[in-house]
Nanobody, 123 residues
């Protein structure tokens, strides 16, 4: 069983930046696809960004393209989400997820999930 631990959430004004981090609780023997999802109150969970197991393919939902950047960390299966030009509509709980190969927006691709970190963007 893999536990994913997110950090870096918080309160920021619109236009500001935050950097989210996610790391697994134990070492794995290979790289996996990693993704970020978010869930706002009263809304369904939605895909934000994902990166394939080898880092060659990166995916973003349209609303964050040009503002958010997903990247892998030096530690195996660690991942970051750099969020710039934040908007109030970005307010949500952000969850890290570990998938198999692709890192695209299909939830069935992911089999391990973190607890989430709250991101609140004020106007």
């Amino acid at each position: 069983q893999v536990q994913l631990v997110e950090s870096g959430g918080g309160l920021v004004q619109a236009g500001g930046s935050l950097r989210l981090s996610c790391a697994p609780s134990r070492r794995t023997f290979r790289n996996y696809a990693m993704g970020w999802f978010r869930q706002a109150p009263g809304k369904e969970r939605e895909f934000v960004a994902g990166i394939s197991w080898n880092g060659r393919n990166i995916y973003y939902t349209d609303s964050v393209k040009g503002r958010f950047t997903i990247s892998r960390g030096n530690a195996q299966n660690s991942v970051y989400l750099q969020m710039n030009s934040l908007k109030t509509e970005d307010t949500a709980v952000y969850l890290c997820a570990q998938g198999l190969f692709y890192g695209d927006g299909r939830e069935q691709e992911y089999n391990y999930w973190g607890q989430g970190t709250q991101v609140t963007v004020s106007s």
